[in-house]
């Protein structure tokens, strides 16, 4: 076991749940104090991204640190985009060192994506080879190269899985591939096809993945008709039924945030009725002073001591 | 084969300001299979290079060569008895054939042409794609002959990732997933229980990460 607060709850049997903080774009500690505070007494882990869509912004790690002083058990994201595996590893004891319990492994976004399209990805090692790592510091105490860890980096370790992506009929033998490997919780991409996730998560389940991995749906709270069709059509492997647009489009255009509310939280309660879902992720992408609302109405508050 | 393609002309104009007399220099091999600096395009560049020099009013002397390969000094060499007639050589091999001329003739100033892309294939008539990145060590066996390292934009190794849509590759629209074409094909060979195996972190020991490799075969050395 390690201390990590979700792992403990997991076990425990709690349906957990868990939110997202973006750094800024800055060296300003307090905007990450701001974001955490939405937070507080919301959440049993939050999820500090890795200069997601390849945009610069504050390291995950410094990040995680100011949001652990406030008492949060941080998810410390780590992309492959970025780090080879002597950065990789190094940050991973680094972290370890200063109390951060849990790791989510990553590939990273593509650099195309971000504010600095001309720079070179690394991709030294793959999100898969990433797990392995985390998994082979910790249990075994060895490095990549074999050099042995003098002190293990105690971490839970974590990976995200897309059910949307193609080629669908691989995606949960995928999940069994980076359970093979270490992943112990898995958070997936934000969910608006239920019928698609349920299909996956059987293909999940036919494979016994969700007895050995607990499984995080993941939501988004939709802002109006026009974000959940940017959805759509501009963001890759995303899966938004047109019956969800037809919703929000049936809403004046003030209402249609407040509709897209209530799509989230009903999601979240057809989420907890899925076998072998174990908890909830809320990504409200800029949106944090609503996940409180979001967990509340779907009946997730209060959360257990940390 | 090498794939390449020639530089815009205003770049090329601007490397050669200086110079009244220069000898460009093609090659027979890969790089005129794809077009980019056999003969004819040396014509090609040269008549442009022509035009645009009257045009200013500063007239040049250009002497067209193509030689068999440029990345051997055997064939190099028959440029010898002539060059030094020449302020410059601007040379449209790929990448390698321009350094070998620059390194057999050390005090002449030896131009670039052509930027050298990738190992690739022609898909068909004037169109080339990339399949090598010479990484030198193959794992062709066990991806159902597609390359994760050549044809993923994140060169995974047990892909794909969330981004696969439709076959195809997030960064664009027009690039199939590598991996969903390596699905596709274990699937055909009957090989899909491969894709279970995670494969481990890579070894690039082999790859360019130790500097510029060497290939020695011994039996077939002079000396």
Redesign the interface.
Known sequence: MTQSNIERLLEKGVFVVTSECGPPKGADAEAVRKKGSLLKGVVDAVNVTDNQTSVVRMSSFASCLILKEMGFDPILQMV??DRN?IAIQSDILGAAAHGINNILCL????Q?FGDHPGGK?V???????LI??VRTMRDEGRL?GGEEVKGRPNLFIGA???PF???F??RA??L??KV??GCQFLQT?CIYNLEKFGKWMEMVRERGLHEKCAILAGVTPLKSAGMARYMKTSV??MDVPDELIDRLKGVPKEKQAEEGIKICVEMIQQLKEVPGVRGVHIMAIEWEEKVAEIAKAAGLSPRPEA | MIVGNRKPLEEIQEMIKPYKKILILGCRECITVCAAGGEREVAVLASELKLSRTKEGREIEIKEFTLERQCDYEYIDQIKPFVDEYEAVVSMACGAGIQYTAERFPQKIVLPAINTTFLGVTLEQGVWSERCQGCGDCVLHLTGGICPVARC???????????????KC??NKDTD?A??LI??RLKTLGQ?DR??D?????D?KPSREGGPRVRIREDLRLD
Request: glycine share 10%; charged share 25%; hydrophobic share 30%.
């Open positions: 492959c985009r595996r590939s990273g976004d593509h195309s990805n991709f030294d090692i793959d999100s898969m080879q392995q790592t990549i995200a899985e897309n992506a193609d080629p009929e691989i033998m995928r069994g591939k093979k490997a991409q890759p492997g | 934009a994140k060169s995974l190794f047990n892909g794909p990732c969330g981004g696969s849509s439709n076959g997030e960064v997933c991996w969903q699905v596709d899909l894709y279970e995670i494969i481990p972190a890579k690039w």
